[in-house]
C-alpha cells in the first residue's frame, strides 16, 4: 500500500466535497490553511482506510446529504440510513467544518466490513442508539461507540459505568448519550462493546446479570 498515494487521493476528493458544500450553502472556498488545520485532526491512517472503502465501494457518493453538504452512504445498509453528512454548518466562520466523528465511523465501518465480509454476520450502522453493530443470526454480538478525542471517549465509558447497577427507563436521555448507551445495551443485551477514538480503543465483555442491570469488563473482542 502506498500511503503517499492514498493521501493524495483522499486530498483530491475532500477538496471536492469541500467544493460542494460551498457552493450549496453559499460559502467562499476556504484558505489553504484550512486544510491543513483538517488534516492535523484526520492522520494518515484515518484517509488511508477512508480511500481504500471508497475503491472498494463501501463508502458511496450520495451527492448532497439532507443538510446539503457533501454525503455519503455506507454499502450494504439499506438507503433509508443516510446519506450521511461529512460536514456541519459553521455559520460564524461560514465554513464547513468536519462531522470528525463520521470521518471516524466511516472507517471503523469499513475495517469491520472487510473483517467479517466472508462469514456469516450482518454489519450495520446507526443501531438504534449505537453507531455501529454486528449481528450473527438475528442476535447482538457487538457494539462499538464512536467518539473523535480520546478524552472523550474515556469519559464516555466511565459515564456509562454509572448505570451498571441501576437505569430509570423513563428518564429523558434526549442529549445524554451515555444514558442512550446504557438503555441499549440492557434492551439489546450485546456480548461485547467498545468505544473507539483517534488514538484510543476500548473493548469490554458485558454481563447481564439481572434485569436492568450490566457489567463491563475489560476485554479484548476475539475474532469470531
Known sequence: MNVHDDTQIFDQVFRLWVRRTCREWKFELPPESYYSEVYARLPVG????LEFGYKQGLLLDAGKSNTGSAGFRLKPV???????S???KDSQKKQP???WECFIQAAEYVRLYETFKDKDYVLTSEDDHMD???YRDNKLIVCCAIKEQLHQAKKLVESIKEYEHSIDFTLDDRGHDALRKAKYIIKFKPEYFYVLSIGGRFEYQ??????KT????KDIIPFI
Open 86 to 88: 461529512w460536514f456541519e
Open 206 to 211: 458485558i454481563t447481564h446479570i439481572r434485569e
Open 132 to 134: 455501529i453493530a454486528l
Open 214 to 217: 450490566f457489567r463491563l469488563s
Open 78 to 84: 439499506p438507503e433509508s440510513k443516510g446519506p450521511y
Open 97 to 99: 467544518r468536519p462531522a
Open 46 to 49: 484515518l484517509h488511508t482506510t
